[in-house]
Nanobody, 126 residues
């Protein structure tokens, strides 16, 4: 069973930073593409970033809206994926979800993400 546990959300002022964590098992960490998605009230779930380890190389992929501000990374020893959020804006306010997809490259296709964490709230004040 795939389990994903997010943490690290909170309230931050605009232009501030947060780091989100997604802890999972070693099997999931090594076999799945792990992604971050977000959903603001009244809006559809939106892709943020994804990371895949394939053939010893780490691949990442970002939504255009965050690529210069957010960084996704992975810690093998802790089997944890991180999302560093910098230069936060009020429009980044959302529930952020970690998700796992059984695909061999980072993807923004929602249907491939079969497993989801419970989400962590990020609120950016102006």
């Amino acid at each position: 069973q795939v389990q994903l546990e997010e943490s690290g959300g909170g309230l931050v002022q605009a232009r501030g930073s947060l780091r989100l964590s997604c802890a999972t098992s070693e099997r999931t960490f090594s076999s799945y593409t792990l992604g971050w998605w977000r959903q603001a009230p009244g809006k559809e779930r939106e892709f943020v970033a994804a990371i895949t380890l394939s053939g010893g190389t780490t691949y990442t992929y970002y939504a255009d809206s965050v690529k210069d501000r957010f960084t996704i990374s992975r810690d093998t020893a802790k089997t944890t994926v991180y999302l560093q959020l910098n230069s936060l804006k009020p429009e980044d306010t959302a529930v952020y979800y970690c998700a796992a997809a059984r695909v061999g490259s980072p993807t923004s296709v929602l249907k491939w993400y079969a497993y989801w964490g419970q989400g962590t709230q990020v609120t950016v004040s102006s």
